[in-house]
């Protein structure tokens, strides 16, 4: 009986991990931003990656330039928030080669992830419009090296509305802890897909 059990949960897991995507991270992970590997957690923070907007203003319907320094990486979902929403904001120009639009919010052109497993660098330019409505946003991204190695919730400074008075993040320090638990409920819940094969 017990091996029975044993072996059902073996063929599970090897099920579950060739449910991988190489094609990029699935609508399903648009909000949590979380690779659903098998048993696998994400690296500790602070991640090797910086997000680098072109500015720290903007304007509505202006082009702002973004770029993920660090290591080499493979895979990546990109979004723009603003406070503690976890809408993908704003629209992404024509994602550089290796990585396509991900439908996120209802929004077609909301996010942005790896279309394959090569190479990405800090060559790799991500082109976003900021939206008529938020008056501060920032980027948000989880970034892979592979499939097991990945980063969750690397994020850039908050870029605030030019012409608009500054903005305080009240609400960072209940997001700090309550990130973590949040996260762990979710690679124990769901560990169906993944980011990179
Ligand atoms: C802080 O959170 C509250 C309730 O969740 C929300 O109404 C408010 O807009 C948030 N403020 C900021 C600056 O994100
Ligand atoms: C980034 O990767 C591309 C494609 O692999 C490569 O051509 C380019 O030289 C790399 N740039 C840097 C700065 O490493
Ligand atoms: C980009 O990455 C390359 C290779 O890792 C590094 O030599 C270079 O200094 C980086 N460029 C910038 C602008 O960070």
Redesign the pocket.
Known sequence: MMDAVFFGAVILQVLTSALCFPNGAPTSACVDMMPRHGGTLPQPNPAPYTIQPSSTTFQTGTPITVVIKGPDYSGVLLEARS??DTNAIGTWQTPPTNTKFLACSGNQEGAITHANINIKNNSTLYTWIPPATAKSVFFMATVAQQRTVFWVNVKSPTLTQSGGGT?????SSAERIATPVLMLLVVLLANVQCFVA
């Open positions: 406070g503690s903005s305080l993040d009240v609400n």
